[in-house]
């Protein structure tokens, strides 16, 4: 059963994987982690916008050149950014650690509830 670690609102959130093949986006939203995801995995928009641990992000597979595009869009960018429906978590990468960026194109993350 791999594991995914979420790193966002100056936290850490483990969570064993049930289900293999699943995205990133997918664990996030199965888990109630506050990512969003407005075209739900269809490589439309870059609000999934995730940064990979610079540990593991030589284990990923390359991203296609339609994600790179859209990582253009995102804010906050950086070398190890990708899209979280574009990740598969396998076994492979059982313990990757994923980070969600301070201010998504829609989301920020940090913000205070009024």
């Not at 992000?57 to 429906?85: F, I, V």
Request: overall charge negative.
């Amino acid at each position: 059963m791999p594991q995914v670690i979420f790193k966002y609102k100056d936290k850490e959130t483990i969570i064993d994987e049930e289900s293999n093949n699943l995205t990133i986006l997918e664990i996030a939203h199965k888990n109630e982690i506050d990512i969003e995801g407005s075209c739900e995995g269809s490589l439309a928009c870059s609000t999934c916008h995730i940064i990979v641990d610079k540990e593991w992000y030589n284990k990923l597979e390359e991203p296609s050149w339609d994600e790179e595009d859209m990582l253009d869009l995102a804010a906050g960018l950086t070398l190890t950014s990708r899209l979280g429906c574009q990740v598969v978590l396998t076994d492979k990468l059982d313990g990757l650690i994923v980070s969600l960026p301070f201010i998504n194109n829609d989301v920020r993350l940090n913000k205070k509830k009024y």
